[in-house]
């Protein structure tokens, strides 16, 4: 039987390795709000959100662009619930098809009751793995909430007449 005998003659190579991740994100009234303005809109409706991602790397084959996001809300204490964000390709994000939406548009929808103030979404854009772990971005955007979709709707006859005058 032979013995090996370690006697310190190693080499080493110094590989230097950079990785850089960059993330937004924007959300904007939905297309489909016939009251919104600029960055305010009313509670009830639709907002939509495009979140854009990438990593540059010395060693590109050693890195992955970004795989997911996920927004949470406000309505919804920024846990318990959550959405996953449907990757357009090109390292972009957003939301998948509503199909509460008559439109089918690509829409989260405000709760009615969300007070007046700013409505905050969070993402978290994560799974760009590298060597040495994973990249990820946290972000934020708000839109300001200022009335109800209740104030644009109407049942019964916009011009009542007092009691006792002809019709």
Known sequence: MSNW?????????LNRYYAS?????????????????????KSGYGIN?????????????????????????PEFNYKTYWRLLER??????????????????RTHFTPVWFPNGSYEVNTWVIDSWTPMGMLSANLTDTLNIRGS??????????????KGQNL
């Open 21 to 41: 991740f960059s993330a937004n994100m924007n959300i904007t009234c939905d297309s489909k709000n016939p009251t919104a303005t600029g960055s305010t809109m």
């Open 88 to 105: 357009m390709g090109g390292g972009s994000f957003e939301f998948k098809k509503n199909n509460y939406s008559t439109y089918k548009n």
């Open 149 to 162: 979709v209740w104030d644009d709707w109407h049942i019964g006859p916009l011009n009542l007449k007092k």
């Open 5 to 13: 005998v370690d006697e310190g003659w190693w080499e080493f190579d």
């Open 49 to 73: 959100q495009k979140v854009s991602a990438s990593v540059i790397a010395n060693q590109s084959s050693a890195v992955s662009k970004p795989q997911n996001a996920v927004s949470y809300f």
